[in-house]
């Protein structure tokens, strides 16, 4: 999460625009995002220059040709205010529309790019702010998003908050995905599940005299053993959709600035019949790892909903109908890890109990994670699970494990505990080490269930139905020496009360 030092500084660059006239709240994530994009851009340029450097080879084909290199940030920011703006306005987002556009996924989210920092003023306050955030640390661009959007008065309706990068980086350990293989997110947001599949690739998959440290200390793993898989990777690897496009173009920016040049985001509803109708190939049967945290925003109109999922699950809550779909575009064999309400795992309704009935009997239920309902604060307080699950196959055995700490406070303030307070290397060991054939205790943090108990009780899903809790033996006073303790109590002070009246007489 972010500083409250990096919060007062988005808050004063957020009352700048608004100052300079962009009152939209949306226009004003759009456009810090642009600019984020454009010193983010001229980062990862430096970076394939050293890179080119080290290794002697020149890499893939660079962002900025060598009579545009004035359009860098690097360069830019330096001018004069009238000089910068017409840069960015004039020569930047052309740029960016035309040009980069043809040979990036930015293509049709960037066709529209407009610049409407209306004064010079703005831009150089907005681009000297946007300088001092540490953009190339861990995951703070998202953080910053995550704040942004938080700005915004629809933002949670729609399940429109980010995934912790911590809980994203634990699923894709579990599934580990391969780089043969398609990926797909059904509701990718700004597509963080798809950015931690590849660096999660270029770490497994880069030789150990490879790795580099950069001035700040940070390691990089350039994955040099993906070389094979590279076409597959940039052109096929990748794929997203979503309904909202400012959404999509954060999503395509951030796949781009990981490397992934070509990755197939497109704008759908994927629960509507357009999806099957536009995406026939990859609404059925296509995917082999599907990693998603799906927008539950409640009910939605049941006459948009494509027949395939309403056959399966006859309901208009996008939280069953999401799992439906999921399984209906993996691939038999594909793996799924999914976060759902908790509510998902143990609700009595006909719906509830049918989709989790075809999952557990007609594929392979792996695991249900059961997280602290924290872990989405301050955007929401909803308990959450994980299920991971594989398309086709038979379910024998379901292991549960119980998250009590993901290594942040469980408030709205999400600080960052000790290592000793995070249960999700523990949570990735032991997944790696699962064995059903060995006994299992209840009253541990995981454990296995077999199926016939999870039938016999209404497929119920949830962790507190199958572990056991001890109870510590508590020994209490008799009813009878408790009152005639109390008795005593009573005359003691009745007569405390008699001596202090004596000594006022």
Not at 224 to 232: A, G, I, K, T, Y
Not at 333 to 349: D, N, Q, T, Y
Not at 442 to 458: A, G, L, P, T, Y
Request: glycine share 6%.
């Amino acid at each position: 999460m972010i500083t409250g030092q990096l919060k007062s500084k988005i808050d004063k660059l957020w009352l700048e625009f608004f100052a300079g006239g962009i009152t939209n709240p949306l226009t004003v994530i759009e456009q810090i995002s642009f600019l984020m994009f454009a010193r983010l851009l001229d980062v990862q340029e430096t970076r394939r220059e050293k890179m080119a450097s080290k290794t002697g080879k020149n890499g893939s084909q660079r962002a900025f040709p060598a009579d545009r290199q004035h359009l860098r940030w690097s360069h830019f920011r330096n001018e004069s205010g009238d000089r910068m703006i017409a840069i960015v306005r004039d020569e930047l987002f052309p740029f960016f529309r035309e040009e980069m556009s043809k040979r990036t996924a930015l293509g049709k989210y960037l066709e529209g790019a407009q610049c409407l920092v209306p004064k010079a003023s703005l831009m150089v306050t907005a681009v000297n702010l946007i300088e001092e955030l540490p953009l190339t640390q861990g995951d703070v661009k998202g953080d910053l998003y995550e704040y942004m959007l938080g700005k915004l008065t629809t933002a949670g309706i729609a399940g429109q908050f980010r995934t912790p990068r911590h809980i994203i980086a634990a699923m894709v350990q579990m599934l580990d995905p391969k780089p043969t293989e398609l990926v797909g997110d059904p509701a990718c947001g700004t597509a963080g599940f798809l950015v931690e599949v590849m660096l999660y690739l270029l770490k497994k998959y880069t030789s150990e005299k490879m790795v580099w440290v950069d001035e700040e200390g940070q390691k990089h793993y350039p994955g040099d053993l993906l070389e094979p898989h590279r076409d597959h990777i940039q052109n096929r690897m990748f794929n997203g959709f979503d309904f909202d496009q400012t959404m999509l173009r954060i999503a395509a920016m951030n796949l781009l600035l990981h490397d992934i040049e070509s990755p197939c985001i497109n704008y759908q509803d994927t629960l509507s019949n357009s999806f099957v109708e536009k995406y026939p190939t990859e609404a059925e049967d296509y995917f082999d790892v599907i990693l998603a945290n799906p927008p539950f925003k409640g009910s939605i109109d049941g006459d948009s909903v494509h027949a395939s999922l309403r056959s399966k699950v006859k309901t208009t809550k996008t939280e069953l109908l999401f799992l439906a779909l999921i399984v209906r575009m993996l691939k038999m064999g594909g793996r799924a890890a999914v976060i759902v309400p908790e509510g998902v795992l143990f609700g009595s309704s006909t719906a509830h109990s049918g989709i989790r009935q075809m999952i557990v009997d007609e594929n392979q239920i792996e695991a249900v994670i059961s997280l602290p309902s924290g872990v989405f604060r301050p955007y929401a307080g909803v308990s959450t699970a994980i299920l991971i699950f594989t398309k086709g196959g038979r379910t024998d055995n379901v292991w549960f494990y119980k998250v009590t700490r993901d290594g942040y406070s469980l408030d709205d303030k999400r600080n960052q505990l000790p290592t000793e307070q995070n249960d999700l290397p523990h949570l990735g060991e032991q997944w790696a080490q699962r064995d059903a054939t060995k006994a299992s205790d209840r009253r541990s943090q995981h454990f296995f269930v077999s199926v016939k108990e999870i039938r016999d009780n209404n497929y119920d899903l949830s962790v507190n139905r199958y572990r056991k809790v001890e109870h510590s033996e508590v020994n209490h006073i008799a009813p009878a020496q408790l009152i005639e303790e109390l008795a005593g109590l009573e005359q003691e002070i009745e007569q405390g009360l008699r001596d202090l009246e004596a000594t006022l007489r």
